[in-house]
């Protein structure tokens, strides 16, 4: 068995490394939304000020330069917030609730922001569909990417 893996898009190589650093550091949007079950969280955000916003979410990037960016976060790294928390947090509308018996996995979407949201949850977890979910997430395990390119501008 092999320890290193080589992703491919188009017929031409893209990343390639161990399997977790690749997990953990995609090269870009498509190798962020290739690993991982359920992928990664894909939000279209903008820069602006050193600030990344998508919808209601804002996450401080120091230093980045104003403009449209995708703002990629793994379902897993979206928790419940702790009581007076410093992370970001932001509320979905459920959907979709996935109980699996180790953990509950939640389908929805976040107001003002195109596309669907996941989140991998305790199994303890019981949200209801249709209504909200509030959870947070460690703006170090973020990953931004350039909008036109879509190579990562940080990795999480």
């Known amino acids: 068995m092999g320890d290193r893996i080589c992703i491919m ?5 893209v990343q ?3 399997p977790m650093d690749v997990y953990r550091h995609p090269a ?7 690993l991982g079950s359920p992928p990664m969280n894909l939000l279209p955000a903008t820069v ?10 804002s996450m401080p990037l120091p230093g980045a330069r104003d ?6 976060v793994r379902p897993e790294r979206l928790t419940t917030p702790a009581a007076g928390g410093a992370h970001p947090e932001l509320e ?3 959907d979709i609730v996935e109980p699996l018996g180790s953990e509950v996995i939640v389908h929805g979407s976040l107001p003002g922001v195109s596309g669907p949201i996941t989140a991998r949850l305790d199994a303890t977890a019981r949200p209801a569909p249709g209504g909200p979910l509030r959870l947070a997430f460690d703006p170090g ?16």
Request: hydrophobic content about 50%; aromatic content about 6%; charged content about 15%.
């Open 141 to 156: 395990a973020a990953h931004v990417f350039d909008a036109a390119s879509g190579d990562a501008i940080t990795q999480g």
């Open 92 to 94: 979905m509308v459920v």
């Open 9 to 13: 898009s188009g017929g031409r190589v």
């Open 16 to 18: 390639t490394g161990r």
């Open 48 to 57: 602006r000020g050193g600030v990344v916003t998508a919808g209601t979410v």
């Open 28 to 34: 870009d949007v498509f190798v962020a939304g290739f």
């Open 67 to 72: 403009g449209d960016v995708v703002l990629g």
